[in-house]
């Protein structure tokens, strides 16, 4: 945080340097440049006239009614109509965003999906109208009450003639609170009727140079200008429906992480429009109709830049973002608002943006590997394409100074599964569901540039294969972008690239040190693969949207995320401090050891081993701080078995604490437990640790385990396939346990479901800490295990654990596992030696 107030220092506090007199980033040159791509190719042409149809609403609109569109900010904005909440008509669950709202087709109103009832009851629009003051906005002292009925049941007699009738303030039945208004005014009349629109027009103007869309962007700008000021969202709106959520929630009209794009949003449009305002004079006449003061464009200008970009500036914690959002649109103002006379500085400044946004291979180190892990690729791709226009030698400069930046976007492809699933480590995606877009990028048409300039600045193949992908592997269209500089050359530089290195980027086993994630792929079989998240709480600058989750394993088989993560957070129960959000962060939601019931603290952990491309791989993870111990330590070793097949061979070492619980959850299965007589048992957990129906045995066989019999409930794949995990644990003196974990389809349903869980489990018997070796075993398989027998070699106090593995065919593997490293080999039934080998460890 320090840093970033640091950075927002330096962005925001340095005095304008000069007048804005034209468009920065959308200059006469650029708009001819777009007018010039739209003759020439069809593609563009299409990019035209989609813009224009965007457009078109907003420019049919008169200028006193599109005027009108802008609300003032004394009615309670609220994130949610009821964060938990359910429809006071059908009573059906209507959690977080599920109510839809259309603010052309249902003006005012906000419907359930369900029973199809549209809310509020009363003609909201003619109270609002009712209560305008002077300057045209919304005074709740001078609205006539008396319009607040249940047009269904206009007579004061009915039971139903408040029902479902709302002042702008909710919709009340006893202490439940719908705010349709609230919500509605964010997601209905900001963002579908006055943000889209001023971006849509400015958008038209810039690809036809057609002054009208200007005129009519202009008058939507100045009368948010009016406003803008009055906006705050920590003293006026709610999230969860708390104000001044998370100790404050700032921002505008929408809260700090909105308001931010807002800003964005406005500058660009602004800069868009510039050229075709500044000399509108039917725009200034009609704003002197409004208020008298606005004599000449001076005045407007004065009005827009003070009111919104000024005072953005001067209050840059009210947009407050993942980063580098807030950098983003503080940078983008002042770019905005004085280039080229800051030049220099922003390129400084931008220097320092990049430095924090690739500092953790190539990410800014945010957890949330496929959501809030691809907010900084995202802006950044935003970023340079911005600035490398207007300063064609930045890009080389940031790369230069910033060599991280070249692994950037390549991260999220070396993170990506058979491009389908993501590791859901931290606040990221829903429980089994694939992910089949790549995370790292949003392809429009700044980002085929972005990509076109990247590969001419370092030769890298990725970026031509990236448009290649995002272009549904074609050439036809490329590079999607109406201001492109030479667009026969751009799709001329991607064919022979694809051609010469493949249509996809080669990946293999990756090991992220710095983001602390490690996967293990099969060396045919690229939907096979074994990951490990090595770290909870991240060591970097940025420490958000983390769980407790260091040495959590994933495994990926079949087509199927076989040990998936439970997801984001359940927030749609309450907010995020509910039961439900917090179990999924908790370290015993994870496939991971629990040491004393605890969460993890965090702390520093690496990878101490690591050995990839053959049959057998293997990765080795330390991180004691996590439980205040000696040793908190996984080994991952992945053996393949057939062209598709492979098992796992699991070490976990643990040293600290009195009790060790070593967790394992699979994906919708039925399990068939062996080598184990279960009993129900109470749990051995606080209330926050979301598990029920606990069976154990204290006295298991030495080798017992599960067989998960899979459920594809997504219908992933063949449905005719017999697909199973098989567990088998070998652990010394280990309780056997199994029980059910909950979860949710996703982060906004209420659909629940328990998760078979299995836990091997080690109490101490005396007062000194205790120390673990979890040891186990994991076979992915479909119909019939490969694996006949396993068994543990090695004897009671050994320093090595040894297991041998018999395959079908006859085949045999040994292998070992101790302080110095890893060993494996295999043989076959005539005892020859089929591979072996060995790998070292700290």
């Given amino acids: ?85 359910y429809c006071p008509a059908c009573r059906r669950p209507m959690p977080m965003y599920d109510w839809q709202i259309d603010g052309w087709a249902r003006p005012w109103k906000v419907k359930c999906p369900h029973c199809n009832e549209q809310f509020p009851k009363n003609d909201f629009e003619a109270f609002h109208r009712s209560g305008l003051d002077e300057r045209g906005v919304f005074d709740p002292k001078r609205a006539d009450r008396a319009l607040l009925f249940n047009k269904e049941h206009p007579d004061p007699a009915d039971a139903l003639h408040r029902f479902g009738v709302d002042d702008g303030e909710g919709y009340v039945e006893g202490d439940k609170r719908w705010r349709f208004i609230g919500a509605y005014l964010l997601y209905g009349q900001w963002t579908q009727r006055i943000e889209t629109g001023f971006r ?18 202009g008058i939507l700008l100045d009368r948010i200008a009016d406003v803008w000021p009055g906006f705050d969202y920590a003293s006026q709106g709610l999230v969860y429906e708390r104000a001044r959520y998370g100790g404050g929630v700032a921002g505008y009209v929408y809260y700090a992480i909105s308001s931010a794009y807002t800003a964005m949003y406005l500058a660009t449009a602004y800069d868009q429009v510039f050229d075709g305002i500044k000399e509108d004079g039917a725009l ?6 409004k208020d008298g003061r606005k004599r000449s464009f001076a005045d407007v200008q004065k009005n827009i830049e003070e009111n919104i970009f000024r005072h953005v500036l001067d209050h840059p914690y009210m947009i407050r973002t993942n980063y580098p959002g807030a950098e983003r649109a503080l940078a983008l103002i002042r770019t905005v608002l004085e280039w080229p006379a800051n030049r220099g500085q922003l390129r400084g400044e931008l220097d320092e943006v990049v430095r924090k946004a690739v500092a953790v291979d190539g990410l800014s180190g945010e957890k949330g590997l496929a959501s809030y892990a691809s907010i900084a690729p995202r802006e950044m791709g935003e970023i340079l394409e911005e600035y490398a226009g207007l300063d064609p030698e930045l890009l080389p400069y940031l790369l230069e100074r910033n060599p991280k930046l070249r692994e950037t976007y390549r991260f999220h492809f070396d993170t990506w599964v058979n491009r389908e699933y993501y590791p859901n480590s931290g606040d990221s995606g829903s429980f089994g569901k694939k ?3 790549y995370a790292g990028m949003v392809f429009n048409g700044a980002a085929y540039s972005l990509l076109g300039r990247l590969h001419k600045a370092t030769g890298d193949a990725l970026y031509m294969q990236m448009a290649w992908m995002g272009n549904g592997q074609k050439l036809d269209g490329l590079p999607h972008d109406i ?109 991971t050891v629990v040491v004393d019931g605890q969460d993890q603290s965090g702390g520093a952990a690496e990878c101490t081993l690591w050995s990839a491309g053959g049959p057998v791989q293997a990765m080795r993870a330390s991180s004691p701080a996590q439980i205040k111990g000696s040793v908190y330590e996984r080994t991952v070793v992945m053996i393949e078995t057939g062209p598709a097949d ?50 154990g045995d204290r006295s298991p066989a030495a080798v017992w385990g599960v067989d998960w019999k899979v459920e594809d409930r997504l219908g992933y794949v063949n449905p005719a396939l017999d697909i199973h995990l098989r567990y088998t644990d070998l652990t010394r003196n280990a309780e056997a346990w199994t029980a059910e974990s909950w979860t949710v389809a996703s982060m906004t349903s209420t659909t629940e479901y328990s998760i078979p869980t299995v836990i091997a489990r080690r109490r101490a018997a005396g007062e000194g800490p205790l120390s673990s070796t979890f040891v186990s075993v994991m076979e992915p398989y479909e119909g019939r295990p490969r694996l006949r027998r396993i068994a543990r070699l090695d004897g009671e106090g050994e320093a090595e654990t040894r297991v041998e593995v018999e395959l079908e065919g006859g085949l045999k593997d040994r292998l070992w596992c101790g302080e110095a490293g890893v060993r494996w080999e295999r043989r076959d039934g005539a005892g020859r030696v089929v591979f072996s080998g060995a790998a070292s460890g700290r």
Wanted: charged share 25%; hydrophobic share 40%.
């Fill in 1 to 85: 945080m320090r840093h970033a107030l640091v950075c927002w220092l330096l962005l925001a506090a340095a005095p304008l340097a000069a007048e804005k007199r034209e468009s920065v980033f959308h200059s006469r040159a650029v708009r001819e440049r777009a007018v010039a791509n739209s003759k020439e190719y069809g593609w563009a042409a299409e990019i035209r006239d989609q813009a224009v149809a965007g457009a078109a609403r907003w420019a049919r609109m008169p200028d006193e009614e599109l005027w009108k569109e802008v609300f003032g900010p004394r009615i309670t904005r609220s994130h949610m109509v009821w964060s938990s909440g």
């Fill in 200 to 217: 849509n027009l400015a958008l038209a103007y810039a690809v036809t140079g057609d002054r009208k869309y200007a005129h009519k962007a």
């Fill in 284 to 289: 200034v006449e009609f704003l002197r109709g």
């Fill in 435 to 437: 992910t089949p877009q």
């Fill in 483 to 591: 201001f492109a500089e030479d667009p026969s050359g751009y799709a001329a530089g991607v064919k022979p690239a694809v051609e010469r290195h493949g249509a996809w980027p080669e990946v293999g086993s990756v090991n992220k040190r710095e983001w602390r994630i490690g996967i293990l792929r099969h060396r045919s079989a690229p939907e096979a693969a074994v990951w490990l998240d090595y770290d909870s709480v991240p060591e970097g600058a940025l420490k958000s949207h983390y769980h407790r989750d260091a040495m959590n394993l994933g495994l990926f088989a079949k087509g199927l995320d076989l040990l998936p993560e439970f997801g984001y957070p359940a927030v749609q129960f309450g907010d995020w401090h509910t039961p439900q959000a917090l179990w999924h962060k908790k370290t015993a939601a994870h496939n």
């Fill in 646 to 695: 492979y098992y796992v061979f699991d070490v976990f070492r643990v040293s600290g604490g009195k009790e060790h619980a070593k967790h394992t959850h699979t994906t919708w299965a039925t399990p068939a437990v062996f080598g184990a007589q279960l009993a129900p048992s109470s749990s051995p957990y606080d209330a926050g640790t979301l598990m029920r129906a606990f069976q």
